[in-house]
């Protein structure tokens, strides 16, 4: 499910009559071009100029799709800009202070001689900083830079505006004051080691883009030897909202899923997961198939049925789930009639949507709208209210219930900037905690 885009903002004018807007979409479109927001920025007497964003999959796709809207008569591409390096300019996050320093009064009141009369009171009873202290409303953000998207071993400083942009939506759904930290190693127990020394500083560890297969490792690990929630998200994160977007689909394709067989294609931290939480779901079927024998054999470990091939898998299961980053993976010919059929990978699925659903698929989507957004914003929420030392199976389940809840028919998951969405999650995961 990685995203390769390069994104652009294209400054278009067009003649103000009715249809050239939708001449330069539809150029666009038939281009492979994937538009986002549209800009109205300045109305003439007899044109309109337009900001418009556009996704490409390469910079060769995009020079493509550039020369198509400037040969399309009477309109003018005015400019080229890339918006998203500009935001990135200066960084996304930055820490503020939540008090006031005005007068020696607040100075002596926030820092010295004041502050020494909270330090005594955390010696005394160290769960008072959860009270005096941001820790119980801060998450580290951990990575070693080994997965970052779909880029791979880049490095953690690379991978900083992944952890900045993780920061930034902790902060704007659910008022989290998330953490980067870039890790300088790739050696399990040295990032373990790590982890533990500055853990007492955090409410929870979010794993980030740390590859496979050592990523099962330093959560476990983790998990076990720390007593605040660790999720790695490219697992959980990511599980959860693909299990709200598999009840949404199966509840779209009247499905009953847990009386289904369930296929994923690809058995990666991302897939893996996926199998593990639709069997924490109920689901009694779910088999597997990767190039990896460790990686089947992992699922077997975890009471999944590895299988040997693709074709093998499209016969037997009702629900495939695709996360490779294969493009056109998976064959029109294998589909069943009234599969339930999600090619998750960004920014070409294995099969697209249109083709899986002419060959007889009763609900087809890609990934898209699968967007870890959706789930870790919320289940932090929930098990920092709660006090929770760690993230169940069962807390994961209801987030993703929950996903599923707010999800509109015919949808395959909810608008992730809809803040009720974070609150339910939230509300979820933390009555599990509490229960």
Known sequence: MAEKNVIRALMVQ???LPGNLGRVASAIG????????IETVQVGPTWTMRNIIVSCDSETHLQEVLETVRNLEGVILHAVSDDVLQAHEGGKIHMTSRLDIHSISDLRRVYTPGVAEVCREIEKDPEKARIYTSIGNSVAIVTDGTAILGLGDIGSVAGMPVMEGKAALFDRFVGISGIPILLNTKDPDEI???VKNIASGFGGILLEDIGSPHCFEVEERLKNELDIPVMHDDQHGTAVVTLAAVISACRSAGV????ASVGQIGLGAAGLAICRMCMAYGVSDVVG???????KARLAQYGGAP????????????IVIATTGVPGLIKKEWIRKGQVILSLSNPKPEIEPEEALAAGAAYAADGRSVNNVLGFPGIFRGVLNARSTE????????AAEAIAACTKPGYLVPNPLNARVHQVVA?????????
């Open 427 to 435: 509300e979820a995961v933390e009555t599990v905690a509490h229960s």
């Open 192 to 194: 373990v080691r790590t």
């Open 289 to 295: 198939v990767d190039l990896s024998e460790d990686a």
């Open 307 to 318: 299988v040997d091939s693709l074709p093998e898998l499209m016969e037997r299961c009702d």
């Open 14 to 16: 067009t003649p103000s």
């Open 30 to 37: 038939m281009m492979g071009g994937d538009i986002g927001e």
């Open 256 to 259: 009953d899923l847990k009386d």
């Open 391 to 398: 993230i169940t199976p069962q807390m994961l389940t209801a």
